[in-house]
């Protein structure tokens, strides 16, 4: 039988940053065996351990000293592995205090009390229909980065437990197979979540900059033109304030359809 994983991290989820971000990258078990085994080869090659993007960057921990010419190679090499071996990606960020003002009260409820709750479960949304449209009849499994509690990791094992509850019910009608269940794991031990830091660390410079205009490390550009250079590889999602209050409507009018065929009451408008 075939089976997908999802793996999943976060970035600026910590209370001083001022937007949130959850990036994923899916892929088959097959080629997440072969990305661990490109992805040993690249760390014995350059003499690193655990891949932080961040500490790269700045040149903290084990990447002190590093040239820039080495910083490039390296980070290409690491690129090209997540685009040859994932099938896909997805990322949302959203500025907190936007997500503040748009959602509340009732809304935000169903939406997620925290910031990177709405941002996983937008990409959850869209794996779902990735699945169906390539991996129908495979097995899936989610894989986040371990995250302390004040992350909002409760409210992120409430939302994988009301899936898989849901996905067993469904399964029974449409023979897809239920989610196989979720895990808060190490990316020192498990590698494809440093893809996932890759990515979030990435989509987090991607959204400053155009949120502000300012000029970004040249270490973020470069993995964001790399991460985006496979065409339907990667699909990121930016959130601005009227982008919000447009998905918040459009949501809200599904879910104000969905109570008046059941019979229930219907959402407020918040």
């Not at 959130?239 to 407020?268: C, H, V």
Request: glycine share 6%.
């Amino acid at each position: 039988m075939n089976f997908v994983t999802i793996f999943f991290d976060d970035s600026g989820t910590h209370p001083e940053s001022s937007i949130a971000v959850a990036a994923c990258y899916a892929s088959t078990v097959e080629q997440w065996k072969a990305f661990e085994r490109n992805w040993d080869d690249a760390k014995q090659s350059a003499n690193f351990g655990t891949f932080h993007l961040v500490d790269f960057a700045a040149g903290h921990g084990e990447f002190k000293g590093w040239s820039d010419t080495k910083k490039r190679k390296v980070l290409i090499r690491l690129c090209n592995i997540i685009n040859t071996r994932v099938e896909v990606g997805y990322a949302v960020a959203v500025p907190k205090q936007v997500y503040d003002v748009v959602i509340q009260e009732q809304f935000r409820a169903l939406c997620g009390q925290f910031h990177y709750t709405f941002a996983l479960r937008h990409c959850a949304t869209k794996i779902a229909v990735w699945r169906r449209k390539y991996h129908k009849a495979a097995s899936m499994k989610y894989v986040f980065d371990q995250m302390g509690t004040h992350h909002g990791k409760g409210e992120i094992m409430a939302v994988m437990d009301a899936a898989i509850t849901k996905s067993k019910k469904e399964s029974e009608i449409t023979g897809v197979p239920p989610l196989t269940g979720y895990s808060f794991e190490s990316k020192t031990s498990i590698l494809p979540l440093q893809a996932a830091d890759i990515l979030a660390w990435t989509i987090l410079q991607q959204m400053h900059k155009k949120l502000s205009n300012r000029k970004i490390n040249w270490i973020a550009e470069l993995a964001w033109q790399e991460l985006s250079s496979l065409r339907g590889t990667l699909d990121a999602s930016f959130f601005t304030e009227s982008q919000l209050r447009e998905w918040a409507e459009t949501y809200l009018d599904a879910l104000i359809k969905s109570f008046e065929r059941s019979g229930n009451r219907r959402p407020k408008r918040e």
